[in-house]
């Protein structure tokens, strides 16, 4: 008779293991997708410094400024 119900209970927490687990893992998938358009961005980055480093032949400090929308304001005048 105890048998049956301590197996009934190990079926419980199975379950609730493998529900809490596809929760994290739906979650996890979210956070993934809500981030590519930040992944994307960056990426776009790194190719207007790269451009920017290679063409003027400046410093990758000027090229993030440049990329960033701030060249005007560090212009040597």
Do not use: H
Request: net charge positive; hydrophobic share 45%.
């Amino acid at each position: 008779m105890t048998n049956t119900q301590d197996k009934k209970s190990f079926d419980w927490i199975k379950i609730l293991n493998g529900a809490a687990l596809l929760l994290c893992s739906f979650c996890l998938a979210f956070i993934a997708v809500s981030l590519r358009p930040v992944a994307q961005w960056a990426n776009n980055q790194n190719i207007c410094v790269e451009q920017e480093v290679a063409k003027s032949q400046a410093p990758i400090s000027w090229g993030v400024r440049k990329c960033n929308g701030r060249s005007k304001v560090y212009q040597v005048k």
